[in-house]
């Protein structure tokens, strides 16, 4: 079992920054995949961005490329999301979630999830 803790949410203003972070307890950290979804008001949950094990590989939506950043410290048990120039459509509760060991999307493949922490974006 993996436990999987997300912090860092809050209200921003439009154009600026958030970090998360998520921390996981139970298993070896760097034998899981690490993601993170997001769910806004009345949509279904949607893939940001995941890492591979030892970081070498990233993917992103294509509409957070180039403005949010994953990274992890496996030395911490911690994976992070950068989040910078913040849109209203980036509203949404974020969840990050562990899978090992190929990277992927599909979030039907991901065994373990976190709570949730809310982002608000206001203008």
């Known amino acids: 079992q993996v436990q999987l803790v997300e912090s860092g949410g809050g209200l921003v203003q439009t154009g600026g920054s958030q970090r998360l972070s998520c921390t996981a307890s139970g298993r070896t950290f760097s034998n899981y995949i690490l993601g993170w979804f997001r769910q806004a008001p009345g949509k279904e949950r949607e893939f940001v961005a995941a890492?591979?094990?030892?970081?070498?590989?990233?993917d992103y939506e294509d509409s957070v490329k180039g403005r949010f950043t994953i990274s992890r410290d496996n030395a911490k048990n911690t994976v992070y999301l950068q989040m910078n120039s913040l849109k209203s459509e980036d509203t949404a509760v974020y969840y990050c979630?562990?899978?090992?060991?190929?990277?992927?999307?599909?979030?039907?493949?991901?065994?373990?999830w976190g709570q949730g922490t809310q982002v608000t974006v206001s203008s």
């Open positions: 890492i591979s094990r030892y970081g070498s590989s990233t």
């Open positions: 979630a562990a899978k090992g060991p190929l990277i992927t999307r599909e979030q039907a493949l991901y065994d373990y």
